[in-house]
């Protein structure tokens, strides 16, 4: 087992020994060196953002402190590695310390005895505790050994003073468990938590008191409240059970202790005392052996007879009035197995608690151990977070690394685009993009996978996907939303709409006549609280132990003014109170004159007030944040503010304790507005420069650090700057945020980022600056099928005088793509020869790219094969280190006719072992293939098969497709059957994968070749047919395009068919030309032999000529495969002639035909 080395020094502090020890860190004795002086020091043993940032709250809130019952610290060292801080060392021991003396030693402190230490010890710690509140701080952490126990004279039950350690004000999560030896249990920080703090939701001061409650329970009876096997079975008992009354265990308990420690114990904090000084004075009345009570009535009352607790602030307001809606969700947790998955809608005007009541219900639903995905919709312009990717990230963040990485195993690829943090557990940089795909087909893409991982998920639990404030969620969120309901088949998922029923958001009211049109939709309504609700509601929020009343006059002020909702009604009443409008007249709460009352008419007039009622450092902090918006994190703040530290976490949290702003949960440092009115409020406030300087220095403290391939960190920096009218930085963070998304290859982003630099140039007169941008947009947009929007970004930027080489070199290139992409063949072979002659003049890696450039395009628009031989050749020879040239050259040597040459030049590159052998096998089955030689053929396409899935990708798609497309043709002619034919439907999947649609023409003439030279006319008829009804458009490739003519007229003419009238013109005013492939000049001679046999026709003469010419060519390639079908078309040719002098030479021609199919190319 391994043991950890203490430090023996921290700075200038000696450590003399360990105090304790914790998940958090460790808490030393030591001594300060400078002045000899004993203190106790703190550090933080796992640092992070967060967890820092919390331990500075901690000592900040304690340095601010002065009370002897806190205890005190002196220095903090935050930098220093652990962070750490110093504060004062207290003899003594922990009351955990204590309750052990008491356990091992029942006869010495009798049930009487710890009743009354446990009551001193509660009367000091209300005093501390009421300090504490008047801070408006809550500790969140009282425990046993968070309390230390000082003896003055050695009476440890009556002679002793408190002192509060550990201030968890926003405490670590992770917890330190001991272990009870007497009774079992695992005892620790969750065994003192609140209901409220178990569930989650909202705390003040009564939660602290509840914690109180536990330990007196603890000391009098030396058990607890509840008793269960584990954690877990102890915080759901926290939450829905009553505790066990302490008379069960100690039948000597007080019966004023009894009633007092039922209060403390209640789930409901509004039935608690309602403060430390509240349950002081009760606790007082236990130290008086007599005690007298006198009866009175609450009408003797009045306002100069004072009540304790009157006047100090008002506690946080209660959930009332809601219980339906919470139960209506609850129920739909629990119908989560049915046959579909459940939608709901919780609607309810602003103010109407709709936020309180899906908390609630949250920390309701939370043993039934749910998945929760949501995101939370601001009004508001400051870039965010792909909503889908918001959604994925709220769950990531609540997963252990294992978990990540199992349940995203699949998706990763295709969900990492729009997720921020998928990248920190997979290499997201090396997946396929998707660039090829339309922006539709991306979205179903991405919701096809999203629903995927839901049903990952579901294996689990139940899966909640809620959308807050939905009605302000973007219009393209909404067509990903549709497309993944209509899909998703989840039974155990839940999708929750938190909405106001005031938009006027088309999408969202789509959407949401969509759900209400199908049988598993629920709408909850929140509607105005009745008059009795709203008493209730604010009468729990008076600090005063006795329940008074609301006078007729303030309940009608109340309701008219309110309206029944519950947020305004808060609001007016705790201006009413804090301004002192409202008294205690003879035993009711009344309200002075209503006709002179300066209060609020609106929710957004009470929100106006309460941010013009802040100190003037407070404004200026809001008015930083309203900058940034939701999401906003303390570092930003601070370098926006050029204030220290501790004034911005001081700031923040007394706006955080008003309910002005609220943290994050998702476990960063960001804080958000409570309510989205009072961004908008705070916004609407400033003047524009005051805006303008804000945004400026909102960009200058992202800039500071800013990730350098953070998209949305770019956008965010853009976005301010732009609004600070400093344009120049904006457009350089628009084009950087630009190339980020291009290198993610988020091809929409990017054009959007290039866009906003172009709409701030306009502002600019740099022209070549704009050219720059002009020329990424066209490369975005080529890059994302979208040529035509390219062709206007290149032609603008061909249009700019006193080009640059490079500049029109990138200009006259993209073009060409672009006219190739839209079948403009003869545009892009102009490009292509402009490229040509302007790359004569560059270096040589552009002077042999320009070549293959043109060569590529001579071949396509001219069909001349010889010329792309010719550039590709001499282009490798000047720049050796042309990309692929190995692959191309045979290629293109095969379309020069050169076939022979070409397969010797394919066996010397397979025996220097070049690392990708795929696309070179495939190039050799096919010349086989062309030769007649089947099988050694198929052993080369074999040989293709057995390499690498890496080799076969880097071949190419094109290469996969001519795999399969062989194949086919192979299966067909060695062993045919039905299973041959789904070779060809690879090849179609691998056209719509890769986005090669432009390739069916190729599929098509490949099917009609085999049927025809395998002598299937009627099939090969019945396609044309097909073709010509569905009125496709021929190839437009010089070669495809008169194959596929001469392959048609072919089949029309063999079934004495006529063929479409349109093609027919078109073939007959082609002729081949000698550099046209041997394929295209055989398809053409048999075409014309066809017609030739035709009865009538008198070309039969003439098509012998040609036969012979062609057949000269297949000899000398050794194209036996073609020379067949010629000497087969001469022989019927020659028999319908009735030539019977020539029958000898027919029979020869017969014999030709066999002999040379045995012939084969020389071996490896």
């Not at 106790?40 to 900040?60: D, H, I, P, Q, S």
């Not at 039905?978 to 390739?999: C, M, N, P, Q």
Request: charged share 25%; with cysteine; aromatic share 8%.
């Amino acid at each position: 087992m391994s043991t950890v080395t203490e430090p023996e020094k921290l700075l200038h502090y000696d450590i003399l020994e360990v105090l304790g020890s914790g998940g958090n860190g460790t808490v030393y004795r030591a001594v300060d060196t400078r002045n000899e002086k004993v203190v106790a020091l703190k550090t933080l043993k796992t640092v992070t953002e967060v967890t820092l940032n919390r331990f500075k709250r901690e000592y900040l809130a304690l340095k601010k402190m002065d009370n002897d019952g806190i205890v005190k610290v002196f220095e903090g060292f935050f930098e220093h590695a652990p962070p750490f801080f110093s504060m004062e060392w207290v003899r003594g021991k922990t009351l955990s310390n204590v309750i052990e003396d008491m356990e091992h030693n029942p006869l010495i402190f009798s049930v009487a005895d710890r009743e009354n230490f446990a009551v001193r010890l509660a009367i000091q710690a209300c005093d501390i505790l009421s300090y504490i509140h008047d801070f408006q701080e809550v500790h969140r952490d009282l425990k046993p050994d968070n309390l230390f126990i000082t003896m003055d004279k050695g009476n440890i039950l009556s002679e002793f003073h408190v002192k509060m350690l550990d201030f968890g004000l926003l405490k670590q999560l992770s917890t330190q468990e001991d272990e009870d030896t007497q009774s079992g249990m695992i005892v620790g920080t969750v065994h003192y938590l609140s209901p409220e703090q178990a569930r989650g939701t909202s705390l003040d001061p009564r939660s602290d008191l509840y914690s109180l409650g536990v330990i007196m329970y603890r000391i009098i009876s030396l058990k607890l409240p509840y008793e269960a096997k584990d954690v877990v079975g102890y915080i759901f008992k926290t939450v829905f059970e009553d505790p066990i009354p302490i008379d069960q265990h100690t039948q000597e308990c007080s019966k004023q202790m009894q009633s007092i420690l039922h209060d403390l114990l209640a789930k409901e904090p509004g039935k608690r005392p309602p403060t430390a000084n509240a349950l002081k004075s009760r606790l007082k009345g236990l130290l008086q052996k007599e005690v007298k009570t006198v009866d009175f009535d609450a009408s003797d009352l009045d306002f100069t007879s004072g009540i304790e607790g009157w006047g100090t602030p008002l506690l946080p307001p209660p959930l009332i009035g809601r219980d339906e809606a919470i139960a209506k969700l609850e129920r739909l947790i629990q119908t989560l197995d049915s046959t579909h998955p459940q939608a709901a809608l919780v609607i309810g005007e602003p103010g109407m608690g709709r936020t309180s009541v899906l908390k609630e219900w949250r920390s309701r639903v939370q043993f039934k151990e749910p998945i929760f995905m949501q995101v939370h919709f601001a009004e508001e312009a400051v870039p965010a977070q792909d909503p889908v990717g918001t959604l994925m990230d709220s769950l990531i963040r609540n997963m252990k690394p294992e978990e990540v990485k199992t349940v995203f195993r699949d998706v990763y690829p295709f969900l990492s685009s729009v997720s921020r943090y998928l990248g920190r557990y997979f290499d997201t940089k090396s997946v396929s993009k998707f660039d090829h795909l339309s922006p539709g087909r991306k979205l179903q893409v991405l919701a096809i996978n999203f629903i995927k991982l839901i049903q990952t998920l579901t294996v689990r639990g139940p899966i909640v996907i809620l959308l807050d404030n939905a009605q302000n969620a973007p219009e393209r969120f909404y067509g990903w939303l549709t497309l993944f309901w209509e899909q998703v088949g989840s039974k155990k998922l839940l999708l929750l709409l938190s909405a106001s029923p005031d938009h006027s958001k088309k999408a969202y009211n789509q959407f949401v006549a969509r759900l209400k049109s199908g049988p598993d939709m629920t709408e909850i309504p929140l509607n105005p609280l009745e008059e009795k609700q709203i008493c209730d509601l604010l009468q729990d929020m008076l600090p005063i132990a006795t329940r008074l009343p609301f006078s007729e006059k303030l309940r009608k002020f109340l309701m008219e003014r309110g309206s029944g909702n519950p947020f305004y009604s808060i609001e007016l009443f705790s201006r009413l109170y804090e301004d002192d409008h409202v008294f205690i007249n003879k035993g009711t709460i009344d309200v002075r004159s209503v006709d002179d009352l300066d209060v609020p008419v609106s929710i957004h007039q009470a929100l106006m007030k309460k941010v013009s009622r802040q100190p003037e450092d407070a404004i200026t902090l809001l008015r930083a944040a309203s900058i940034v918006g939701n999401g906003v994190d303390y570092a930003t703040l601070q370098n926006m503010l050029g204030w220290q530290e501790e004034k911005v976490i001081e700031e923040v949290m007394s706006l955080l304790k008003q309910g002005i702003l609220s943290e994050s949960e998702e476990g960063t440092n960001k804080l958000n507005f409570n309510a989205p009115a009072l961004l908008k409020i705070v916004t609407e406030q400033m003047s524009e420069e005051d805006k303008r300087f804000w945004h400026h220095a909102a960009a200058r403290a992202i800039e500071k650090g800013l990730p350098t391939n953070d998209i949305l960190t770019l956008e965010k920096v853009a976005y301010h700057y732009a609004n600070s009218a400093n344009h120049v930085r904006a457009v350089k963070y628009a084009y950087l945020a630009g190339n980020s998304s291009l290198e993610a290859k988020d091809m929409d982003k990017a054009v959007y980022f290039y866009e906003l630099s172009l709409e701030m140039m306009d502002r600019m007169e740099n022209k070549q600056a704009r050219n720059l941008v002009n020329l990424k947009l066209a490369e975005v947009h080529l890059s994302g099928n979208q040529p035509r929007e390219a062709i206007s970004y290149y032609n603008e930027s061909l249009k700019i005088p006193n080009l640059s080489k490079m500049e029109e070199l990138r200009s006259l290139r993209g073009r060409m793509l672009c006219f190739q992409k839209l079948d403009q063949l003869e545009d892009a072979f102009g490009d292509a020869r402009a490229l040509f002659k302007l790359g004569e003049t560059c270096s040589a890696r552009i002077r042999s790219e320009t070549k293959r450039a043109f060569g590529r395009l001579s071949w396509q628009f001219k069909g001349e094969g010889n010329v792309y031989f010719k550039e590709l050749d001499e282009g490798r020879k000047i720049y050796p280190k042309l990309k692929h040239w190995q692959l191309e050259l045979p290629l293109s040597q095969m379309l020069a006719n050169e076939v022979i040459a070409a397969g010797k030049r394919l066996l010397a590159q397979l025996k220097s072992n070049p690392p990708n052998t795929f696309p070179l096998y495939c190039q050799l089955a096919f010349i086989r293939y062309f030769m007649g030689d089947f099988n050694k053929a198929r052993e080369y396409l074999n040989a293709a098969q057995n390499a690498t899935s890496t080799q076969q990708h880097q071949g190419g798609p094109h290469f996969l497709v001519l795999q399969a497309l062989l194949t086919y043709k192979i299966k067909n002619t060695l062993a045919p059957d039905h299973t041959s034919d789904e070779y060809l439907v690879i090849a179609e999947r691998y056209l719509e994968r890769f986005g090669l649609e432009k390739l069916h023409p190729v599929i098509a003439i490949v099917r009609l070749e085999h049927l025809l030279m395998n002598g299937r006319y009627e099939e090969a008829w019945e396609l044309i047919r097909t073709r010509a009804k569905d009125s496709m458009d021929l190839p437009v490739n010089y070669h495809d395009r008169y194959l596929f003519l001469s392959l048609a007229m072919r089949a029309a003419w063999e079934m004495k068919e006529r063929p479409p009238r349109g093609w027919l013109i078109q073939f007959q005013k082609f002729n081949p030309a000698p550099h046209d492939s041997f394929i295209l000049q055989t398809h053409w001679v048999l075409a014309r032999a066809t017609e030739a046999s035709l009865p009538l026709s008198m070309g039969a003469p003439k098509a012998l000529k040609s036969l012979k010419e062609v057949e000269a060519l297949l000899v000398q390639a050794k194209l036996k495969y073609y020379y067949r079908a010629v000497l087969t078309k001469q022989i019927i040719l020659l028999e319908n002639l009735d030539q019977q002098e020539t029958l000898a030479q027919l029979i020869t021609l017969r014999n030709q035909i066999d002999d040379l199919l045995k012939v084969a190319l020389p071996e490896r």
